[in-house]
C-alpha cells in the first residue's frame, strides 16, 4: 500500500521558516517528478513547487519563487520543502504528491497520483 506522510508544519511568525518533508512508502519514486501543493479555506488547491525524479530541475509557483527550495532523497524516498520569509498568505494546508507519469514534473494537481493527507503551515503577522 502506498503511503505519503507529511510532517514538520506548524505555526510560525511572518519572516519565520519551516522545513516540511513527505516520506513516501509502498514502492519507490525515484522515476517520479514530486510536488508540493497547498490549499488554505475557501480556495482551490494551489501548485507551489515541483522538483525532478533525479531533483536536478525544479519549477515554483511565482508567489514563493525565491523563498521556497524543494528537494528530494531519493534513497529516503522522502521530497522536501525548505520555507522561508513565510507570510501570512502562506497559511494553508500543503500536500505532496506523486507524478502519475515517470521523468514528468507537472504544474497541474490532476497530473499527480498519490497524495499525502497534508500538514497545516500556519503563520501569524
Known amino acids: 500500500q502506498v503511503q505519503l506522510v507529511e510532517s514538520g508544519g506548524g505555526s510560525v511568525q511572518a519572516g519565520g521558516s519551516l522545513s516540511l518533508s513527505c516520506a513516501a512508502s509502498?514502492?519507490?519514486?525515484?522515476?517520479?517528478?514530486m510536488g508540493w501543493f497547498r490549499q488554505a479555506p475557501g480556495k482551490e488547491r494551489e501548485f507551489v513547487a515541483t522538483?525532478?525524479?533525479?531533483?536536478?530541475?525544479?519549477s515554483y509557483a511565482d508567489s514563493v519563487k525565491g523563498r521556497f527550495t524543494i528537494s528530494r532523497d531519493n534513497a529516503k524516498n522522502t521530497v522536501y520543502l525548505q520555507m522561508g520569509s513565510l507570510k501570512p498568505e502562506d497559511t494553508a494546508s500543503y500536500y505532496c504528491?506523486?507524478?502519475?507519469?515517470?521523468?514528468?514534473?507537472?504544474?497541474?494537481?490532476?497530473?499527480?497520483?498519490?497524495w499525502g493527507q497534508g500538514t497545516q503551515v500556519t503563520v501569524s503577522p
Open positions: 504528491a506523486v507524478s502519475k507519469t515517470p521523468y514528468s514534473m507537472p504544474v497541474v494537481d490532476v497530473y499527480y497520483t498519490y
Open positions: 509502498g514502492r519507490t519514486f525515484s522515476l517520479y517528478g
Open positions: 522538483i525532478s525524479w533525479n531533483g536536478k530541475t525544479t
